[in-house]
T-cell receptor, first 116, second 115 residues
Framework: GDSVTQMEGPVTLSEEAFLTINCTYT??????LFWYVQYPGEGLQLLLK?????DKGSNKGFEATYRKETTSFHLEKGSVQVSDSAVYFC???????????????FGQGTILTVHP | NAGVTQTPKFRILKIGQSMTLQCTQD?????MYWYRQDPGMGLKLIYY???????DKGEVPNGYNVSRSTTEDFPLRLELAAPSQTSVYFC??????????????FGPGTRLTVL
């Protein structure tokens, strides 16, 4: 079945450092890929998404590129802020036409803490 | 526009008790979902619904039941609570399933402890 694997956390960085959170997936066909963020005490919010190979999703300074050849969707940010401290989830949705479209498969989440 | 709301925020149950977690969305979304989030784990799908009157099992449905009598509401019922159901429960909704890139909007969660 479909699966998503994220790098082990937690990740601790100083403000303005470069961030990479690795995400790889296993799925048939061409799934859509997502990054969700969960701030303390809140539900998940969509951060960015990509729907086909070589697409780049971006939002709030975060970027991730859909790499079909390496089945990866790594999250990057050039300069993190204290306000970026949160849990980050990589997720996939199967391609349309299947019976399970719309259902997300999540990675285990990566806790990011940014210190001033 | 409140989005997705969930009640209660916190609950402690004794083994064998039952309860209903409430979820309401005001975005007129057809699709609704229930997930559970265990510590250090990603979210796992319990049940989902593609519209009023239509529900289906997700990855971990055992011990839970759902109903969808209206577009807005999607309650999750726990019968005979067990310690293994201690978790944080999230409800989510999306506009439509066939448009596979549709964003899922999440509620703030219900933290349930079964003792």
């Amino acid at each position: 079945g479909d699966s998503v694997t994220q790098m082990e956390g937690p990740v601790t960085l100083s403000e303005e450092a470069f961030l990479t959170i690795n995400c790889t997936y296993t799925a048939t066909g061409y799934p859509s890929l997502f990054w969700y963020v969960q701030y303390p005490g809140e539900g998940l919010q969509l951060l960015l998404k990509a729907t086909k190979a070589d697409d780049k999703g971006s939002n709030k300074g975060f970027e991730a590129t859909y790499r079909k050849e390496t089945t990866s969707f790594h999250l990057e940010k050039g300069s993190v802020q204290v306000s970026d401290s949160a849990v980050y989830f990589c997720a996939l949705s199967p391609n349309a036409g299947g019976t399970s479209y719309g259902k997300l498969t999540f990675g285990q989440g990566t806790i990011l803490t940014v210190h001033p | 526009n409140a989005g997705v709301t969930q009640t209660p925020k916190f609950r402690i149950l004794k083994i064998g008790q039952s309860m209903t977690l409430q979820c309401t969305q005001d975005m007129n979304h057809n699709y609704m979902y229930w997930y559970r989030q265990d510590p250090g784990m990603g979210l796992k799908l319990i049940y989902y619904s593609v519209g009023a009157g239509i529900t289906d099992k997700g990855e971990v449905p055992n011990g839970y039941n759902v109903s969808r009598s209206t577009t807005e509401d999607f309650p999750l019922r726990l019968e005979l609570a067990a310690p293994s159901q201690t978790s944080v429960y999230f409800c989510a909704s999306s506009r439509t399933g066939p448009a596979r890139t549709d964003t899922q909007y999440f509620g703030p969660g219900t933290r349930l402890t079964v003792l």
